[in-house]
């Protein structure tokens, strides 16, 4: 287990670092809105098209794998919907609750191909982005249909298809796997200038999740915000390992897929919840409680997964 704690550190130092620089007096704070609409909209897009262009899926079983990420999240969202009820006995709010599902069902695909790229190079990137584009528009999908049952006003389904549809990371997926189908490369200049736009997502992606930390929520977690971070971080790696070894994976596959299910969650989320209304405040203190237990939880994940499936 010391070996993968050792090997991910580097992930948890930059963001760490992303913390300390969003405090940091001498960088204009201005700069950080942008950062994160450049990496979101062109950087990440880059690098998930890049990997998905180049994965080599022949050794991998696309169906089953498929088949456990989609019932897995299935299987998740109905255990988080089945414990609502039990959320407003103890008090929570539906905006609260829509934070809870969403922090308890996204994941955050930044620190989950950093993690796979340093433990498993190429092969791992490719089956992260393949999990990532297998899931993107479910969980999307999912949590903003939950934020729009659970809170109030109306929402126009119009306005979330087109929000959908135009979601970078998306588009991002469909093209790299399009060119990857398809019976000739990608001309070699411009691969290569997206090639070189993409190698700066991880690092610049992991100091943006460092920066969007609050640090005193880590230190003095709410009863709300610990709920969360226990069905994110045990109870979702228990439902994605226990369903990828029922379907007969074994090895390295089962601990990417431990590995993306055990990661924090994402980001992306607290915005929806602060458009959407959910409860942002809530949202952000689960995200940052959960990116820190996450350094000992999901080293822990990576050991038993790889232990269970013999890899």
Known sequence: MIPIFESILPIFLIVLFGAVLKRARFIDQSVWPGLETIGYYVLFPSL???TLARADFSGLELGTVAIVTLASVAAMTALLLALYPFARLRGLSDASYTSVFQTSSRWNAFIALAVADKISGTEGLALVALVMALIVVPLNLINVAVLVWFSPGTRSLSMLAKRIAGNPLILGCIAGIAVNAAPFDLYAPLAQSVDLIARSALGLGLLMVGAGLKVGDAVRPGTAAL????????????????????AGLSGETVTILALCAAVPTAMNGYLLARQMGGDAPLYAAVATLQTAVSFLTLPAALWAAAQLAGG
């Open 48 to 50: 998930l098209f890049m």
């Open 227 to 246: 709920l969360p971070t226990a069905l994110k971080l045990v109870v979702f790696p228990v439902i994605m390992v226990g369903l990828a070894l029922i």
